[in-house]
T-cell receptor
Framework: DQQVKQNSPSLSVQEGRISILNCDYT??????FLWYKKYPAEGPTFLIS?????DKNEDGRFTVFLNKSAKHLSLHIVPSQPGDSAVYFC??????????????FGTGTRLTIIP | DTEVTQTPKHLVMGMTNKKSLKCEQH?????MYWYKQKAKKPPELMFV???????INESVPSRFSPECPNSSLLNLHLHALQPEDSALYLC????????????FGPGTRLLVL
């Protein structure tokens, strides 16, 4: 049961343009959402997060939008740079069966920035 | 400083070997995590320690044995692994294990022969 989905396995964007990565979730109990960037054979690097009480959070070139009614979030990167080429995972935080919080990750989107 | 360190970076082991993966953070975090990531898949949670107590065990086989000697250190002891256990093992930490950001280490690439 994939509770967090990233339906685009890959995305190519011209340098300088906007990159938009999408993520959908099914569990309405998720209350905190995060985006991570990952290079091959490295750990995920935290990029930006958003609480379920907000609909937008911005940090430099990165903006995350949350649409709770649609259970959808997106990450906008503008302008896109070659160093942004990586795999991007969205993750959602919610209660586990043990009562603690746990992160559930999406399947990832490989972003390629074309110079 | 949001650094989580992991050793070794790479590990090759036979199915009869015993080895350990190590993770360390000095951010004062009280929750630490082990994840397993196979190629082209998202990270999957294995264990969570909160205040040095095991608080989540996601039905991981007993050939994986976690240990949290103190709030800064997390080990994963490996014994009698199978080739399908080959993966990237990621450690993460967060402040207290609540609704918060988890910070990941670089991972240990494990190959079981």
């Amino acid at each position: 049961d994939q509770q967090v989905k990233q339906n685009s396995p890959s995305l190519s964007v011209q340098e300088g343009r906007i990159s938009i990565l999408n993520c959908d979730y099914t569990n309405s109990m998720f209350d905190y959402f995060l985006w991570y960037k990952k290079y091959p054979a490295e750990g995920p690097t935290f990029l930006i997060s958003i609480s379920s009480i907000k609909d937008k959070n911005e940090d430099g070139r990165f903006t995350v939008f949350l649409n709770k009614s649609a259970k959808h979030l997106s990450l906008h990167i503008v302008p896109s740079q070659p160093g942004d080429s990586a795999v991007y995972f969205c993750a959602a935080s919610g209660k586990s069966n043990f009562g603690n919080e746990k992160l559930t990750f999406g399947t990832g989107t490989r972003l390629t920035i074309i110079p | 400083d949001t650094e989580v360190t992991q050793t070794p970076k790479h590990l090759v082991m036979g199915m009869t070997n015993k080895k350990s993966l190590k993770c360390e953070q000095h951010m004062g975090h009280r929750a630490m995590y082990w994840y397993k990531q196979k190629a082209k898949k998202p990270p999957e949670l294995m264990f969570v320690y909160s205040y040095e107590k095991l608080s989540i065990n996601e039905s991981v086989p007993s050939r994986f044995s976690p240990e949290c000697p103190n709030s800064s250190l997390l080990n994963l002891h490996l014994h009698a692994l199978q080739p399908e256990d080959s993966a990237l093992y990621l450690c993460a930490s967060s402040q207290v294990g609540g609704v918060e950001t988890q910070y990941f280490g670089p991972g240990t690439r494990l190959l079981v022969l």
